[in-house]
């Protein structure tokens, strides 16, 4: 699933093509993908329309357009965006034809994606946490969103809510970078522990986007290049597999249905338990 370094890369990379370009014609082959406008009228609406940016809030592609609407785009599981690709594939759910030519296409293997295209973006964005790259999102800042919750440390690192574009993958590797298995409870991490996990998800972050994030499964470039973050990987997709720093097998264990992978020896569950009193 492209998570935040996904997403970041994908909007770097059509900034140069499409930014004050117009849809010159669009097609949706899929009306599930578009979410609560029927397909005759986002298309009416986005014809004509300019592109004037392009940003990115936490997975979610955000496209400003020249009639103060925009077009958000999320890509779940297996959504891509492809530039000019040389051939029709057979998972395309919509094509947008821009003023200068190029062509950017939708595919997307198990039709999760969504697009919305309207004004007001505050229902589709506004519950999300802090961007964790963002220079506001403190250890501190960290430490009161977890300190409020009772959950692994793990389900909270992907909770869109507590922080924004964290997926399975970077948290995965997040926790290995700051040695903390995936089952700690967000309140039982000591103040040292949850800025070695901040530092983590910002150097694990910045480390993917600089390889132009992940290739592990369906996720390519808009020019049909792969990332290779995942190349870098100590953990995440890797059970079985010696641990780079100390050599036990990864491990991958099921937290809320998702794989999740860790070392046992590098990431130990210390339980944090007071002590018991002693017997009167
Ligand atoms: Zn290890």
Not at 254 to 280: A, D, H, K
Request: glycine share 6%; proline share 8%.
């Amino acid at each position: 699933m492209p998570e935040l370094p996904e997403v970041e890369t994908i909007k770097n990379e059509l900034l140069p093509w499409v930014v004050g370009q117009r849809f010159d014609q669009v097609s949706v082959f899929d009306s599930q993908l578009i979410y609560q406008l029927p397909v005759p009228e986002f298309c009416r609406r986005l014809t004509g329309q300019a592109i004037e940016s392009i940003n990115r809030r936490g997975k979610y592609l955000i496209f400003q357009l020249s009639s103060a609407q925009y077009l958000v785009m999320h890509l779940r599981m297996s959504g891509a965006l492809l530039l000019n690709p040389k051939e029709i594939r057979p998972h395309t759910r919509a094509s947008f034809t821009f003023s200068n030519g190029n062509q950017l296409v939708f595919n997307d293997q198990r039709r999760l994606g969504i697009i919305w295209l309207g004004e007001n973006i505050a229902p589709i964005i506004g519950k999300l946490g802090p961007e964790p790259l963002d220079k506001d999102f403190t250890a501190n800042v960290l430490s009161q969103r977890l300190s409020k919750h009772h959950i692994p440390i793990k389900v909270a690192l992907v909770d869109q809510s507590l922080i924004a574009g964290i997926g399975n993958m970077y948290a995965d590797e997040t926790l290995f970078a700051a040695r903390i298995h995936p089952l700690r409870t967000t309140d039982s991490l000591s103040t040292r522990e949850i800025q070695d996990i901040h530092n983590s998800i910002q150097s694990i972050l910045r480390s993917a986007i600089a390889k132009k994030g992940a290739s592990t499964d369906t996720y390519i470039r808009p020019g049909g290049q792969l990332g290779t973050a995942h190349l870098d990987f100590k953990v995440a997709h890797r059970k079985g597999m010696p641990c780079p720093i100390c050599g036990a097998p990864i491990e991958r264990i099921f937290l809320r249905n998702r794989g999740t992978y860790f070392c046992p020896n590098c990431q130990p569950l210390t339980t944090q338990m007071p002590l018991l009193p002693p017997w009167p």
